[in-house]
């Protein structure tokens, strides 16, 4: 009988490159639920899976509760149809907050540099983006 590969918080927190503090919120918030040793943490392949599609989720900007939601359907082994549809819903909302973010931006950019372009038409010199482009 073999006995299931576990992972100390400092392991975890090495291989994913994140405080144990982090792994300890992500367990406040019902993400992780790892057993105790004593005082130890001791967490299962399920635990790191769990954190590891935690961290893949923040870094596509999703909520906790996003997140929560989407690793909790494949606990309950509902159908993979279903948890397939709603996964897509989330990424078509964060693409679409994204691409709005991307709009803002690029209309913020071009009026900087209608403000650069002013500012250096009323001190009489060229734009500073051909400056910048001199001196490569």
Known sequence: MS???????????????????????YEDQGLI?????????????????????????????????????????YDVGRDQRSQLSKFLAVLDRQRAALEGQREDIEAVLAEIASLETRANELLGGEPTRKKKLAKR
């Open 3 to 25: 006995r299931e590969q576990t992972f100390t918080i400092t392991e975890l927190a090495r291989e994913f490159d994140i405080t144990p503090r982090a792994i300890r919120y």
């Open 33 to 73: 639920s790892p057993e105790r040793a004593g005082q130890n943490r001791v967490y299962s392949k399920r635990d790191r899976t769990r954190l590891k599609l935690t961290l893949r989720g923040r870094r596509l900007g999703l909520s906790l509760a996003e997140i929560r939601e989407l690793i909790d359907m």
